[in-house]
């Protein structure tokens, strides 16, 4: 018996995700074709002949946001059949988090802009994203939330030194919701060390500076 | 500027993973032809048109190795430009965690057999397998790992009721090394609760059963 295989195109699409005003923001473009023309959507690219995922990746970042030497990690593939109007269409996308520093957006090649957006604010609006492309926010904001409860990417985000009020206010940032001041330093203490500095406390108690350690398990 | 775009055919690779005789085992196939034939590979299939990757994993898994109704997740997707001799292929992989007693393997439509291989074994070995999939099983075994230490799949592997050596075991081939007793029982006590039931303890001393606390955090 024979059968018709797929052979669709594959798109790369980037989730850049950061921490500016003290909130979570993604890296999205303004399409500026059809299909969604003007509509926001992930910062994307159809993958070349002759070229990996992973070199794709960062092509699309590069081409889409202008951003590069960027660190992803592959985070889900999307499969659906009609997630695409125009024929079947694979989509890799991968998974960045981001210094807000680091972030300098520039328009690309199909995109007339790159924007942060706030994350919460998107998901919880009735905003039109692109294709599939508010499902893949949403799953990269749960992956997020479970990065952070099982991994130590909160300090990704923070100086070498840090206050433990900066510290818990990015984990409720990433978390997305609040945290008691008593149980977050007692779960966080195994992985901080003191610095045996001091904030200059000008308006506020002074507040002590800590830092990773580097053994922590 | 034109520039030429991947179709490739879109391969759904299949990692059952189980524990049975006391070790933890993965479904194998051995190829039925061309390319790699005779040697052994994950269960694997090609995407139709209409089909999604989800519903290729659940035929894969029936046509190659005569299960059904297994529950898969999506593991990783890998399109390195050569992991296929014949044309550019990627594969999504899918993986699963089955209880032995589910497993009665037969053979499928292009394989002539389908086997359970030790996993430690095959990955210590110089076993030349089809394709990548050594690289595919590697990675799926220590995202097993990682699931262990962050998640309760460990139960799955267990029936309702168990002893604490019958658990400690399960975990220490989940994540293939051995545990202390005493740090084990502390770590999992959140987890489950006594049943208020005992062995019968006709040649050791009888242990008590516990099951998992259907509330804990």
């Not at 990433?174 to 779960?187: S, T």
Request: aromatic share 10%; glycine share 6%; net charge negative.
């Amino acid at each position: 018996m024979q059968y018709d295989f797929e052979n669709p195109m594959i798109a790369v699409d980037l989730l850049v995700f950061t921490i500016a005003d003290d909130r979570l923001k993604i890296v999205l473009v303004e399409r500026g074709e059809d299909p969604f023309k003007g509509r926001l959507s992930l910062p994307g690219v159809f993958v070349r002949k002759g070229e990996t995922l992973d070199d794709a990746a960062q092509r699309g970042i590069s081409e889409e946001a202008g951003l590069s030497d960027i660190y992803f990690e592959q985070l889900y593939t999307w499969g659906q059949l009609d997630r695409d109007p125009r024929r079947r269409i694979i989509s890799v996308s991968y998974l960045s988090l981001v210094d807000c520093a680091r972030i300098h957006l520039s328009a690309g090649e199909r995109t007339s802009s790159a924007v942060l957006y706030d994350v919460e604010d998107l998901l919880s609006s009735d905003e039109c994203l692109a294709f599939d492309h508010r499902d893949i926010i949403a799953y990269g904001r749960e992956r997020i939330k479970n990065k952070t409860e099982y991994t130590r990417i909160a300090f990704e985000f923070l100086p070498e030194e840090f206050t433990l009020p900066q510290l818990q206010r990015v984990y409720e940032i990433l978390l997305g919701r609040q945290l008691y001041k008593a149980n977050f330093r007692r779960k966080i203490a195994p992985l901080i060390e003191d610095t045996q500095k001091m904030t200059s406390g000008d308006a506020h108690r002074p507040s002590r500076y800590y830092r990773q350690k580097p053994d922590a398990e």
